[in-house]
């Protein structure tokens, strides 16, 4: 089974097409192509990167475990649980315009 995921152009998000051919963050809201729906599956990637507002447009092998949908490789699993390392406020510029190092 696979699912279509690329970045939205303006702002980066990662996104995955739904069954409904709308592009949202949340990988559980994913159309899963079966294995049978090769000729979908392309001709979503073709409409796709026709608007060129998705880049990075990939296929990604996924599973359902549960009814959940479950990435197969860690990096896309990564890119859709956000990141890894804590997230910290980020350093402001000092009064003169630098930040320490």
Do not use: C
């Not at 998000?13 to 729906?37: C, H, M, S």
């Not at 197969?72 to 804590?86: F, K, L």
């Amino acid at each position: 089974m696979k699912i279509l995921t690329g970045n939205e152009l303006l702002s980066g998000a990662t996104v995955y097409l739904d069954p409904q051919g709308n592009w949202v963050e949340d990988i559980q809201a994913a159309r899963v192509f079966a294995k049978d729906e090769t000729e979908a599956l392309e001709a979503a990637m073709a409409a796709t990167k026709a608007t060129g507002r998705i880049i990075s447009l990939e296929s990604e092998d996924v599973e359902t475990i549960n009814g959940a949908i479950y990435a197969n490789r860690i990096r896309e699993r990564i890119r859709s649980e956000g990141p890894t390392a804590p997230r910290f406020d980020r350093q402001h510029l000092g009064e003169d315009e630098h930040v320490s190092i």
